[in-house]
């Protein structure tokens, strides 16, 4: 089956700091990948994707390249900010499965401090 | 743009009460489902439609009942409350059902507290 595993947290970075949040993936098919960030007190919203390997998903700073050859889709930005503290998950969504489903991560808690 | 609306945004219920939260998009989305954020654990697939009149069940289906009469709205119940049901309910929609390149847009979630 398809599953997601993200490093554990929680993380705390100073600000400005390089930020590398590791994600692995097993799937069946051919999936495409997510980034989610989840801020307190509020849903889960897209943060970036790929579709394809070799793809890179970027967004607010945020990177993350599908990597087929290592099933990875690590997410990373060169300098975190405060406002950058929320729960990050990564997710699939496998086009060779069938699953009318997303399969998530497990999330990652980020915190930023001045 | 109100995107996908959840209501209510607070509720606690005795063991045994029944209730139904409410979800609604005006996207004209195709795709809907229910997931429960509980600590530690992620998120877990409740149920799913892939269209109005269609529902299935995902990985934590016990205890939870859905229908989907319009395509605007997916209500979840709870038919006899818990306390393993204390949790934060999303919804969350998309325009196509995945497998797919869509992404899922969520709502604000409901934080039940079972007693």
């Known amino acids: 089956g398809n599953s997601v595993t993200q490093m554990e947290g929680p993380v705390t970075l100073s600000e400005e700091a390089f930020l590398t949040i590791n994600c692995t993936y097993t799937?069946?098919?051919?999936?495409?990948l997510f980034w989610y960030v989840q801020y307190p007190g509020e849903g889960l919203q897209l943060l970036l994707k790929?579709?394809?390997?070799?793809d890179k998903g970027s967004n607010k700073g945020f990177e993350a390249t599908y990597r087929k050859e290592t099933t990875s889709f690590h997410l990373e930005k060169g300098s975190v900010q405060v406002s950058d503290s929320a729960v990050y998950f990564c997710?699939?969504?496998?086009?060779?499965?069938?699953?009318?489903?997303?399969?998530f991560g497990k999330g990652t808690k980020l915190s930023v401090i001045p | 743009n109100a995107g996908v609306t959840q209501t209510p945004k607070f509720q606690v219920l005795k063991t045994g009460q029944s209730m139904t939260l409410q979800c609604a998009q005006d996207?004209?989305?195709?795709?809907m489902s229910w997931y429960r954020q509980d600590p530690g654990m992620g998120l877990r697939l409740i149920h799913y439609?892939?269209?109005?009149?269609?529902?299935d069940q995902g990985e934590v289906p016990n205890g939870y009942n859905v229908s989907r009469s319009t395509t605007e709205d997916f209500p979840l119940r709870l038919l006899s409350a818990a306390p393993s049901q204390t949790s934060v309910y999303f919804c969350?929609?998309?325009?196509?059902?995945?497998?797919?390149?869509?992404?899922?847009?969520f709502g604000n979630g409901t934080r039940l507290t079972v007693t």
């Open positions: 969350a929609s998309s325009y196509q059902k995945p497998p797919s390149t869509s992404p899922l847009h």
């Open positions: 799937a069946t098919g051919y999936p495409s």
């Open positions: 790929a579709t394809k390997a070799d």
């Open positions: 997710a699939l969504s496998d086009l060779g499965a069938g699953s009318y489903q997303l399969t």
């Open positions: 996207m004209n989305h195709e795709y």
């Open positions: 439609s892939v269209g109005a009149g269609i529902t």
